[in-house]
């Protein structure tokens, strides 16, 4: 009889274990789903007019005494039927604060801890950057000092990311255009890029620029960065500096441009075509080391 009872004293013990073993590999693994998020959003949305409040241009002095890394919540728009979020969760977007995907396509909208963003628009019509930056806005707001927000042919260099916005604070209405038409070797014209912009150029865009037609076209067409730029500019909204002290391009840059000589050597994006040059990227830039050099 104590043999037997024993025995079922070890059984509960090991099935114990195991279940402890179980739940904490489960909760390692949302641990580590929580900084990449994924959502849905309704792509139609009601707009009424509203007034906009004066700018002040006042706060757009440098911040020479900002020492602290800044927080930057990175937002990608994925193709409809692109698969990168994996390969740029596992590149350049670990070293962002939070990963956010927008996946286009989708009838109604969800919000899961892991879940899938879609839209019945493309992602890069003017209709769902609108609808993302309201979304962005009411969730993390406060939650962040800076907001990328690129395509998913782009390859960021975030350090260099932070060099750019050290003299800035997040209070100051300013943004970077990072969006620009890049030839492909066929010779036609291929879109990559998006924007930089502070957590005051966010808020005076969904506060006095989204819902007023006056100042912010609410039509579901319209090139995004022609867009988003009109209305940063109609809210007091500056574009910042987007080239480095030779005029060279920091953002958006094509990989040939590196051979010809017009690469900034302070570059913070690239276009990546295919899925290999994330890593190609990661591999050069932080993994390899040339013998006598520091």
């Known amino acids: 009889m104590n043999f037997v009872k024993q025995h079922r004293q070890r059984l509960e013990l090991l099935l114990m274990l195991l279940l402890g073993l179980i739940c904490g590999s489960c909760l390692s693994k949302l641990l580590q789903l929580a900084r990449v998020e994924f959502y849905e959003l309704y792509a139609s949305q009601q707009f009424t007019a509203d007034t906009v409040s004066n700018s002040d241009n006042s706060l757009m002095q440098p911040n020479n005494n900002s020492n602290t890394e800044q927080r930057i919540l990175c937002i990608i728009t994925l193709k409809p ?41 493309d992602s890069s019509s003017w209709a769902r950057t609108r609808a993302n930056l309201q979304h962005v806005h009411n969730r993390y707001h406060k939650k962040y000092d800076w907001f ?112 010809e000589g017009y690469c900034s050597k302070s570059a913070i994006s690239f276009q990546c075509v295919d899925a290999s040059c994330f890593y190609q990227m990661e591999y050069v830039i932080y993994r390899l080391r040339a013998f006598g050099l520091s």
Not at 103 to 120: E, N
């Open 148 to 259: 990328l927000m690129v395509t998913d042919e782009t390859y960021v260099i975030m350090e260099n990311l932070q060099h750019l916005l050290i003299d800035y604070a997040p209070e100051m209405p300013i943004y970077f255009d990072s969006f620009s038409w890049l030839h492909t070797q066929q010779g036609s014209l291929s879109a990559a890029g998006g924007n930089v912009f502070s957590r005051e150029a966010l808020r005076r865009f969904v506060d006095w620029a989204h819902d007023n037609s006056s100042i912010c076209s609410n039509h579901n067409y319209g090139i995004r960065h022609v867009e988003i730029a009109r209305c940063f500019r109609n809210v007091g909204v500056v574009a910042g500096k987007s080239h480095d002290e030779h005029g060279l391009p920091l953002f958006v840059n094509h990989l040939s441009n590196i051979t």
């Open 81 to 121: 039927k692109g698969n990168r979020q994996q390969d740029i969760a596992r590149t350049w977007g670990r070293r962002c604060h939070k990963l956010l995907f927008i996946r286009p396509h989708a009838r109604k909208p969800k919000l899961s801890i892991v879940g899938l963003a879609k839209s019945r628009t």
